[in-house]
């Protein structure tokens, strides 16, 4: 911003007995600060290696999270030829699938969960295979080993060991 100042000044001249009056114009200008400086940002220290972490303390011990326990796989049974008295049952026909072994009677196979599954069974003996608990229901007579229960496949609730 420009600023104008008109000054009157009176000036006497020595010599000429009169007295002159002169007017000087002064412009002035606002004073300019120059901005302040922005600082300059340091450099960061780069680390040569990586900075430690801290250590636990040592009266407390430092607690793992549990690690997940996979499941196990299904194994075919070890009883391949099994004794008197002891059967397995397979779900699927042809002795596949999952399997039960059985070494006494089972009025109930939905305890074992294997309600109605049973479609085969590999043995030695006679077995008898109903298709309700405690041996009610339709019931057949099976010599082991059996790779189909005909009409009662994937429907047997119960079985038990009658002998040779």
Do not use: E, K
Request: glycine share 8%; aromatic share 6%; proline share 15%.
């Amino acid at each position: 911003m420009r600023r104008s100042i008109t000054l009157a000044l009176a000036v006497s001249l020595a010599g000429l007995g009169s007295a002159s009056l002169a007017a000087f114009q002064v412009t002035t200008q606002p004073v300019t600060r120059p901005a302040p400086a922005r600082p300059i940002p340091l450099p960061q220290p780069v680390p040569d290696r990586p900075v430690p972490l801290p250590r636990p303390v040592p009266d407390r011990p430092v607690i793992q999270p549990p690690r997940p326990i996979p499941p196990r796989p299904i194994r075919p049974p070890v009883i391949v030829n099994p004794g008197f008295g002891t059967a397995i049952l397979y779900t699927q026909t042809g002795y596949r699938g999952r399997y039960l072994t059985v070494r006494r009677a089972i009025p109930d196979l939905r305890r074992h969960g294997f309600d109605d599954r049973a479609a085969s069974l590999r043995g030695r003996g006679r077995w008898q295979v109903c298709s309700r608990t405690r041996y009610r229901g339709t019931c057949i007579t099976v010599r082991a080993p059996r790779s189909s229960f005909g009409g009662l496949n994937g429907n047997i609730s119960s079985i038990r060991y009658l002998g040779r």
